[in-house]
């Protein structure tokens, strides 16, 4: 009856193919048709995500493989967006760290790393780019090892398995092959080695109703739209639930209005969803990141999920330049102030309080990268701000 899920995340340093692999893997299980225009770098689809080449933001897509389906969470790769890393995480069983041949593991790889790791995630290291001149795949294979090692890994997670690939040319190996005569033609060597070694799902469908919101998203139809996975029991449309933050919280009664999935990067509605599922619901106002939803009648929280404090504050306040009002259609505070509840909804990491200095905000994020694309976006949609 039900399909079997597996869910993994993908690590990566920027520019390391992470989401030229994505794409490939989409376009090999079927997920694109063979006629369908397939936009390159599917996953990164904010318009600033796709002019630098990095996740910001963590997504999801899904594809199916000999009756498996398969949830791919894109992290992003910085340390700067830890609160979107540390949620992505707790939705999957098992980690695929993609590395350069020639590069080997860098210095933000380290940061998602060690939480998968410390969350005692089994990784899978995929050699990318091994075709390129200049790859050393068994140099970097001791690099991973020892970093492994260096953040605490234990003895199971130390026996990793090892896929060589090319994502641009869209073929995994599971032999480091010579001149490239042993390659595999496609990309069933790293699709069976996530068959094998990511752990399905244990969830008792029969057992009160656990799913964690790992992540918000809004729409203007629906309303607030949590994302998580169930740990257990069932969840159908117009089902009666309660939402309780954390073990101590008290239940808020509220009622589902649609459950839908991922299936390739879109989402289709579904008519129940089990354990391992990673689901999107509406319906429920009191929505907010780390609640579970949980059966009225026997609830069992799980326990809130721990974000990053952030390390960097600025002032936001509104532009009394001599040239203010040239740029921006938003110039007030009150729009001002408005944007930045707004991006609260779904921003985890990020904080923002009021002064004692009129339209001054205090904004604190995770570092320089997480408060420029907030101003970045900002920017781009109106607002005038100093």
């Known amino acids: 009856m039900t399909l079997q899920i597996r869910n993994i995340a993908i690590i990566a340093h920027v520019d390391h193919g992470k989401t030229t692999m994505v794409d490939q893997l989409l376009r090999q299980s079927g997920t694109f048709a063979e006629h369908e225009k397939v936009v390159d770098t599917v996953m990164d689809n904010n318009a600033i995500e796709r002019e630098r080449g990095i996740t910001i933001l963590a997504k999801n897509c899904a594809v199916s493989w000999k009756g498996t389906h398969i949830n791919i969470v894109d992290t992003p790769g910085h340390a700067d967006f830890g609160g979107e890393v540390e949620r992505a995480l707790s939705m999957v069983d098992g980690v695929v760290l993609l590395i350069d041949a020639q590069e080997g593991p860098m210095p933000q790889t380290r940061f998602v790393t060690k939480k998968a790791l410390a969350l005692g995630l089994k990784p899978i290291v995929v050699v990318?780019?091994?075709?390129?001149?200049?790859?050393?795949?068994?140099?970097?294979?001791?690099?991973?090892?020892?970093?492994?090692?260096?953040?605490?890994?234990?003895?199971?997670?130390?026996?990793?398995?090892?896929?060589?690939?090319?994502?641009?040319?869209?073929?995994?190996?599971?032999?480091?092959?010579?001149?490239?005569?042993?390659?595999?033609?496609?990309?069933?060597?790293?699709?069976?080695?996530?068959?094998?070694?990511?752990?399905?799902?244990?969830?008792?469908?029969?057992?009160?109703?656990?799913?964690?919101?790992?992540?918000?998203?809004?729409?203007?139809?629906?309303?607030?739209?949590?994302?998580?996975?169930?740990?257990?029991?069932?969840?159908?449309?117009?089902?009666?639930?309660?939402?309780?933050?954390?073990?101590?919280?008290?239940?808020?009664?509220?009622?589902?209005?649609?459950?839908?999935?991922?299936?390739?990067?879109?989402?289709?509605?579904?008519?129940?969803?089990?354990?391992?599922?990673?689901?999107?619901?509406?319906?429920?106002?009191?929505?907010?990141?780390?609640?579970?939803?949980?059966?009225?009648?026997?609830?069992?929280?799980?326990?809130?999920?721990?974000?990053?404090?952030?390390?960097?504050?600025?002032?936001?306040?509104?532009?009394?330049?001599?040239?203010?009002?040239?740029?921006?259609?938003?110039?007030?505070?009150?729009?001002?102030?408005?944007?930045?509840?707004?991006e609260l909804q779904a921003n985890v990491a990020l904080r923002v309080k009021e002064t004692d200095e009129d339209g001054i905000f205090e904004v604190s994020g995770r570092g320089e990268l997480h408060l420029t694309i907030l101003l970045e976006n900002m920017r781009r949609e109106g607002y005038e701000l100093a």
Not at 196 to 223: E, M, R
Not at 238 to 258: C, E, F, H, L, Y
Not at 268 to 287: C, F, R, S
């Open 128 to 342: 990318n780019k091994v075709d390129k001149p200049g790859s050393r795949p068994s140099v970097v294979i001791n690099q991973a090892f020892e970093l492994f090692d260096k953040l605490g890994a234990n003895d199971e997670q130390l026996d990793f398995p090892v896929v060589y690939a090319s994502g641009i040319n869209g073929w995994s190996s599971l032999v480091e092959g010579e001149q490239g005569e042993q390659w595999g033609p496609d990309m069933s060597a790293l699709f069976e080695t996530i068959l094998k070694h990511v752990p399905p799902q244990q969830g008792d469908p029969d057992a009160p109703l656990q799913l964690q919101i790992s992540a918000l998203d809004f729409s203007t139809f629906v309303g607030r739209i949590g994302v998580g996975r169930i740990s257990a029991g069932t969840i159908k449309p117009g089902m009666d639930v309660v939402v309780m933050a954390g073990v101590d919280g008290s239940p808020i009664k509220g009622r589902i209005n649609q459950v839908l999935k991922f299936q390739g990067l879109d989402r289709i509605q579904a008519t129940q969803a089990g354990p391992g599922d990673i689901v999107l619901i509406n319906g429920i106002n009191e929505i907010g990141i780390g609640v579970t939803i949980t059966d009225p009648l026997n609830p069992k929280p799980l326990p809130m999920l721990k974000v990053d404090e952030p390390t960097l504050t600025m002032n936001f306040c509104v532009n009394t330049s001599p040239l203010a009002g040239r740029e921006g259609k938003y110039v007030t505070s009150r729009q001002i102030w408005d944007r930045l509840q707004k």
